[in-house]
């Protein structure tokens, strides 16, 4: 049971444009929605993070939304950069009041020059 | 400053061997340590977590098992490798209602 879901598994953007990466989740007792990057063979790096009490946070080029009623968040990155090129993977804790995280399946985001 | 420490990097062990990983933090009291893979092409899957020392939550059943022997180690284990045992192993840490930090991974391979 994929409780949280990222449907494109890459997504190819031009340097500059705006990068959009979406992500859904099915459980609602999830309250702490996260993103991280991960480049091959490092560990995830922690990207931005939202409480369920919101549905904006903004860190810079990075922007996270949440959509409560659709279970849905998405993460912009804009402008893009090619060193934005990663894989990104949402991420959902709180649950039954557990902390750990829940990981979605990650998507390769390219940025072409 | 918190650390996490995650060894070896790289590990190629043949198919019965014993497996151990170990995963230890710094800068911080009473983490909550995690073991997460990442199999080839797939997300990152949680395997373990625990919120203190001996405390241990299995989320899938597998050929593997984990120890928390003291506050801020964490190991990973198995007594005979399988094949499907191969992947990117992730060690992680968080306190309460914050994001998780991870280890830079191990990579396993079984031969």
């Known amino acids: 049971d994929q409780q949280v879901k990222q449907n494109s598994p890459s997504l190819s953007v031009q340097e500059g444009r705006i990068s959009i990466l979406n992500c859904d989740y099915t459980?609602?007792?999830?309250?702490?929605f996260l993103w991280y990057k991960k480049y091959p063979a490092e560990g995830p790096t922690f990207l931005i993070s939202?409480?369920?009490?919101?549905d904006k946070n903004e860190d810079g080029r990075f922007t996270v939304f949440l959509n409560k009623s659709a279970k849905h968040l998405s993460l912009h990155i804009v402008p893009s950069q090619p060193g934005d090129s990663a894989v990104y993977f949402c991420?959902?804790?709180?649950?039954?009041?557990?902390?750990?995280?829940?990981f979605g399946q990650g998507t390769r985001l390219t940025i072409n020059p | 400053s918190q650390t996490i420490h995650q060894w070896p990097a790289t590990l190629v062990q043949p198919v019965g061997s014993p497996l151990s990983l170990e995963c230890t933090v710094e800068?911080?009291?009473?983490?909550?340590l995690y073991w997460y893979r990442q199999a080839a092409g797939r997300g990152l899957q949680l395997l373990f977590y625990?919120?203190?020392?001996?405390?241990i939550s299995s989320e899938v059943p597998q050929n593997l098992s984990a120890s928390r022997p003291q506050d801020r180690q964490f190991i990973l284990s198995s007594k005979k490798l399988l094949l499907s045992d191969s992947g990117f192993y992730l060690c992680?840490?968080?306190?309460?209602?914050?994001?998780?930090?991870f280890g830079q991974g191990t990579r396993l391979t079984v031969v």
């Open positions: 800068g911080t009291s009473n983490p909550n």
């Open positions: 991420a959902a804790s709180g649950a039954g009041g557990a902390q750990k995280l829940v």
């Open positions: 459980n609602s007792m999830f309250d702490y």
């Open positions: 992680a840490w968080s306190s309460t209602n914050t994001e998780a930090f």
């Open positions: 625990s919120v203190g020392i001996g405390q």
């Open positions: 939202i409480s369920s009490i919101k």
